[in-house]
């Protein structure tokens, strides 16, 4: 498929995550596991919970702030705001609204993608076709999540693995230019829901509403068949590395970085495996942030930002997956 691209580049970047840091030890106090088993089983060694108080807006609102203030802009420059969730706030309004209005962004048209994990990507799919179809001209993505609010933390096999925090880039209109046009050059989406019972949540929506029958079997949290995801997600991320490299243009040798979905190390490791890619070229941070959801690419992204390991004209590949079953990449020339 080929196209116009760019039309859209990331001018800024900005990133949010609690303060309270909960290691493997925290669990062993309260779960029958042990840190030796969830740093072999998954990498994770410590992730971020936040508080009764902070809220995804809360944290969304931090993040934007960031991104904002990088790319110069002030909230009544956005004309859009997608945000990738799937914790909201509340079922109704969206989160995205509920940022637009402590943000101040009263320009923008504000609504929430559900798309789990990979919600982030998929903000940034939708907010780049936006732009490409003449309807935005810089748009605020974002993927915001607190993880917690749904985590059954009697469950050791699910407990152990999420973290909360946010994540935001303003995304702003570009002209395609010279030989290495700067900004996305490829977005890759997918999903299949006939997987969608492998990792769920039953009850609190419209088919299950809260009820104190929902409460008691807990089926308000999150379930999931552990060993059926991890199949599914290898091979997901493979099949969206290759479509992003092709769609691009390029080879997976030309790509810098790969910035994956921060959900298990195991699972990281077989996708740079399968992209060809060395680990030393692969952004790894699970084992700080466990899986963060829609908010662990941006957040990923970031550090490696600050750590110098991606520049301009760097090539970037994105790759996420996650419930429903989705899964989505990008591969950005940075700059
Ligand atoms: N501590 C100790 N033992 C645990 C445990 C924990 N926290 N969680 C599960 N176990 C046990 C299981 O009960 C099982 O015991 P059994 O053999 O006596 O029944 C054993 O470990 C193996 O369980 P299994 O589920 O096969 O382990 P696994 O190697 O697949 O690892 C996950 C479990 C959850 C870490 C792994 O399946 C995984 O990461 N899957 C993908 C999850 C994911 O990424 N989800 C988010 C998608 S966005």
Same mark, same amino acid.
């Given at each position: 498929?080929?196209? #116009?691209?760019?039309?859209?580049?990331?001018?800024?970047?900005? *990133?949010?995550?609690?303060? =309270?840091?909960?290691?493997?030890?925290?669990?062993?106090?309260?779960?029958?596991?042990?840190?030796?088993?969830?740093?072999?089983?998954?990498?994770? $060694?410590?992730?971020?919970? @936040?508080?009764?108080?902070?809220?995804?807006?809360?944290?969304?609102?931090?993040?934007?702030?960031?991104?904002?203030? =990088? @790319?110069?802009?002030?909230?009544?420059?956005?004309?859009?705001?997608?945000?990738?969730?799937?914790?909201?706030?509340?079922?109704?309004?969206?989160?995205?609204?509920?940022?637009?209005?402590?943000?101040? %962004?009263?320009?923008?048209?504000?609504?929430?993608?559900?798309?789990?994990?990979?919600?982030?990507?998929?903000?940034?799919? *939708?907010? !780049?076709?936006?732009?490409?179809?003449?309807?935005?001209?810089?748009?605020?993505?974002?993927?915001?999540?607190?993880?917690?609010? &749904?985590?059954?933390? !009697?469950? #050791?096999?699910?407990?152990?693995?999420?973290?909360?925090? @946010?994540? /935001?880039?303003?995304?702003?209109?570009? !002209?395609?230019?010279?030989?290495?046009?700067?900004?996305?050059?490829?977005?890759?989406?997918?999903?299949?829901?006939?997987?969608?019972?492998?990792?769920? #949540?039953?009850?609190?929506?419209?088919?299950?509403?809260?009820?104190?029958?929902?409460?008691?079997?807990?089926?308000?949290?999150?379930?999931?068949?552990?060993?059926?995801?991890?199949?599914? %997600?290898?091979?997901?991320?493979?099949?969206?590395?290759?479509?992003?490299?092709? $769609?691009?243009?390029?080879?997976?040798?030309?790509?810098?970085?790969?910035?994956?979905?921060?959900?298990?190390?195991?699972? &990281?490791?077989?996708? %740079?495996?399968? /992209?060809?890619?060395?680990?030393? #070229?692969?952004?790894?941070?699970?084992? $700080?942030?466990?899986?963060?959801?829609?908010?662990?690419?941006?957040?990923?992204?970031? !550090?490696?930002? =600050?750590?110098?390991?991606?520049?301009?004209?760097?090539?970037?590949?994105?790759? /996420?997956?996650?419930?429903?079953?989705?899964?989505?990449?990008?591969?950005?020339?940075?700059?």
């Amino acid at each position: 498929m080929t196209m #116009r691209r760019p039309f859209a580049r990331l001018t800024g970047l900005g *990133v949010a995550v609690p303060e =309270q840091v909960v290691t493997n030890a925290w669990f062993e106090e309260r779960l029958d596991t042990n840190d030796a088993w969830i740093v072999e089983r998954t990498g994770i $060694r410590e992730r971020r919970h @936040a508080g009764p108080d902070q809220s995804v807006t809360d944290l969304a609102r931090i993040a934007s702030m960031g991104a904002l203030a =990088q @790319a110069g802009r002030s909230p009544l420059d956005l004309d859009s705001i997608v945000l990738g969730t799937a914790t909201p706030d509340r079922l109704l309004p969206s989160t995205a609204c509920d940022l637009q209005a402590v943000l101040g %962004a009263n320009h923008a048209a504000a609504f929430d993608v559900s798309a789990a994990c990979p919600g982030f990507l998929y903000a940034m799919t *939708v907010a !780049e076709g936006l732009i490409a179809s003449g309807q935005s001209e810089r748009s605020l993505i974002l993927g915001a999540e607190k993880l917690t609010c &749904i985590t059954d933390f !009697e469950d #050791r096999s699910t407990a152990i693995l999420f973290g909360d925090g @946010a994540g /935001a880039a303003v995304l702003e209109r570009t !002209e395609p230019s010279g030989d290495r046009p700067r900004g996305i050059l490829s977005t890759f989406i997918g999903s299949d829901g006939r997987l969608a019972d492998l990792l769920y #949540r039953p009850g609190g929506g419209a088919a299950h509403p809260i009820s104190h029958a929902v409460v008691d079997d807990r089926s308000h949290f999150l379930k999931m068949q552990g060993r059926e995801v991890f199949k599914a %997600a290898v091979r997901s991320m493979a099949d969206a590395c290759d479509e992003a490299i092709q $769609r691009a243009g390029i080879t997976a040798d030309q790509i810098d970085l790969l910035v994956p979905h921060q959900a298990n190390i195991r699972i &990281i490791e077989a996708t %740079a495996k399968h /992209a060809g890619m060395p680990m030393d #070229r692969v952004m790894v941070n699970v084992d $700080r942030y466990g899986n963060t959801s829609s908010a662990s690419i941006p957040i990923a992204l970031d !550090e490696a930002l =600050q750590q110098g390991r991606i520049g301009p004209d760097s090539l970037v590949l994105l790759v /996420a997956f996650g419930a429903g079953f989705t899964w989505a990449s990008a591969v950005i020339r940075w700059g």
